[in-house]
Nanobody
Framework: QVQLVESGGGLVQAGGSLRLSCAAS????????LGWFRQAPGLEREFVAA???????YNTDSVKGRFTISRDNAKNTVFLQMNSLKPEDAANYYC??????????????????WGQGTLVTVSS
């Protein structure tokens, strides 16, 4: 079983930046697609970005050009660099792991492993 531990959330002004990190541990964690979802109060969970073991990335349209996902396979860590943050980006951000990118993109309810979440607050 893979375990995920997130860090890096916090309060930032609109237009600012934050970098989220998620450390994966456990058996064959390097085989997994790693990524991020977010959920704001009263809204459904939303896919944000994901990256495969060979560095292929996927992003939702609302964050393209502002958020960058990256991965350090040697350290089994995935990062989400968030720039030009907007108030609508405020949410709990959850790191996730699954063996299939299709699960991230089409069946988030079936994602195998979730982190505990880290809160991002954006003040206007």
């Amino acid at each position: 079983q893979v375990q995920l531990v997130e860090s890096g959330g916090g309060l930032v002004q609109a237009g600012g930046s934050l970098r989220l990190s998620c450390a994966a541990s456990g058996r064959t964690s390097s085989d997994y697609v790693l990524g991020w979802f977010r959920q704001a109060p009263g809204l459904e969970r939303e896919f944000v970005a994901a990256i495969s073991w060979n560095q292929i990335t996927y992003n939702t349209d609302s964050v393209k050009g502002r958020f960058t996902i990256s991965r350090d396979n040697a350290k089994n860590t995935v990062f989400l660099q968030m720039n030009s943050l907007k108030p609508e980006d405020a949410a709990n951000y959850y790191c996730a792991a699954d063996l299939s990118i299709a699960t991230f993109l089409k069946s988030s309810g079936r994602v195998e492993v979730w982190g505990q979440g880290t809160l991002v607050t954006v003040s206007s």
